[in-house]
């Protein structure tokens, strides 16, 4: 499955990428703590620790260890849940390799039995937006996205 990256606008990027799974495995992909450490990150990067409280005002963190004993965390706020549908929520980075706190939006669309998950980041300017564009997450992304294709088929619906 081939993932799209753009810049929207002038301080979006969109991320568009199909999966050949129903919308309700790939939800509990996204959204629980036992499987997200299964797939989410570029490849020789592991999540080592994962908290989600998955509601509405709820706090979810993810701190991943790397090549050479690199480390990174993240977290931030649900904004808005509709469950198999629909997950906004903000981001920012402990290091602060992308400035500020992004907001997310991922839309799940099924058709067929596949799935297609839509997610916009709206970073704080285009500036910032160019930062994380330039960076490796398109590939690291693209890997996770790899790894979670196999998680999906590990699952029951």
Do not use: N
Request: aromatic letters at 8%.
């Amino acid at each position: 499955m081939t993932l799209t990256v753009e810049a929207l606008g002038e301080t979006e990027i969109i991320m568009i990428r199909p999966f050949d799974a129903p919308r309700s495995l790939l939800w509990a992909a996204l959204t629980d703590p036992g499987l997200v450490p299964r797939w989410l990150g570029a490849q020789g990067w592991q999540i080592v620790r994962c908290e989600i409280d998955l509601r509405v005002g709820g706090a979810w963190r993810y701190v991943s260890a790397g090549p050479g004993g690199a480390e990174m965390a993240h977290g931030g706020i649900y904004r808005e849940i509709v469950a198999e549908s629909r997950l906004v929520f903000t981001e920012s980075y402990d290091d602060q390799w992308v400035a500020g706190e992004s907001l997310t939006t991922q839309i799940l669309d099924e058709h067929a039995g596949r799935t297609t998950l839509t997610t916009t980041i709206t970073y704080s300017s285009r500036e910032v937006r160019d930062v994380a564009l330039r960076s490796p997450m398109e590939r690291g992304v693209g890997e996770g996205y790899r790894r979670l294709d196999a998680v999906l088929t590990t699952l029951k619906p």
